[in-house]
C-alpha cells in the first residue's frame, strides 16, 4: 500500500463544466500518473508527472491537464467536461518500478 | 503502442490452468502484470526485464521473450480468489511510461 488517496471518489457534473481531481501520496515518490479507464480499453495514460514542476503528455491527453506543484499532491483537471469524459480515473505512483495505484474516481459527465 | 492480449476472456475451473499472453509490435525493455479485481483497483503481480528471465508469485508465473516480444503468465492450479482482469504492461526503454494492453477477463469458478 503507497499511501495513495484520490479526492472525491464519485462525482456526477454537467457537460461544460470544469472539474478537478486530486491524487494525493504519502510517500514521497516522484513519478505519478493519471489512468483512465474504460470497458473495452484496458488503463490509458492521460498524463504523468516526473517532479515536481515536471509533466508531459500521454496517449489521452486532449481535453485534460495537470498541475503538481508539491511532491505529494498531483491535479488532474478537465478544462471542460463532455460525456465522453465519462471514465473511471487512476492514479497511480512509481517505486522500485512498481506502480502503486490510487482507489479510483468514477467521474459522470451528464 | 497498446500491446495485444490474448484471450480476451477466459472461465476456468477451480484446479485448471490457464495461459494470458501479451505481444507488442515494440521492442520491449521490460513486460509488468497487474491484476485487478471488480471495484478495485489494479495490483502489481511481477515485473519481467528482458533477457528472458521467468519469475514466479504463488502459482501464477510468467516468462518474457524479447526476441518476440511476448510475455506469457501462466496461473497453475486455479483459485477463486485469482478471478479478475489481469493487464500486461510494456515499457520500450527504461524510463518511458508503461502502456497497457486491454485486458484479460478471468472468472474461476467451483
Known amino acids: 500500500d503507497a499511501g495513495i488517496t484520490q479526492s472525491p471518489r464519485h462525482k456526477v457534473t454537467e457537460t461544460g463544466t470544469p472539474v478537478t481531481l486530486r491524487c494525493h501520496q504519502t510517500?514521497?515518490?516522484?513519478?505519478m500518473y493519471w489512468y483512465r479507464q474504460d470497458p473495452g480499453h484496458g488503463l490509458r495514460l492521460i498524463h504523468y508527472s516526473y517532479g515536481v514542476k515536471d509533466t508531459d503528455k500521454g496517449e489521452v491527453s486532449d481535453g485534460y491537464s495537470v498541475s503538481r506543484s508539491k511532491t505529494e499532491d498531483f491535479l488532474l483537471t478537465l478544462e471542460s467536461a463532455t460525456s465522453s469524459q465519462t471514465s473511471v480515473y487512476f492514479c497511480?505512483?512509481?517505486?522500485?518500478?512498481?506502480?502503486?495505484f490510487g482507489p479510483g474516481t468514477r467521474l459522470t459527465v451528464l | 503502442q497498446q500491446p495485444v492480449q490474448s484471450p480476451q476472456a477466459v472461465i476456468l475451473r477451480e484446479g485448471e490452468d490457464a495461459v494470458i499472453n501479451c505481444s507488442s509490435s515494440k521492442a520491449l525493455y521490460s513486460v509488468h502484470w497487474y491484476r485487478q479485481k471488480h471495484g478495485e483497483a489494479p495490483v502489481f503481480l511481477m515485473i519481467l526485464l528482458k533477457g528472458g528471465e521467468q519469475k514466479g508469485h504463488e502459482k501464477i508465473s510468467a516468462s518474457f521473450n524479447e526476441k518476440k516480444q511476448q510475455s506469457s503468465l501462466y496461473l497453475t492450479a486455479s483459485q477463486l480468489s485469482y478471478s479478475g482482469t489481469y493487464f500486461c504492461g510494456t515499457e520500450s526503454s527504461g524510463n518511458t511510461p508503461l502502456v497497457f494492453g486491454k485486458g484479460t477477463r478471468l472468472s474461476v469458478i467451483a
Open positions: 510517500e514521497n515518490h516522484r513519478y
Open positions: 497511480a505512483t512509481l517505486s522500485s518500478r512498481t506502480q502503486y
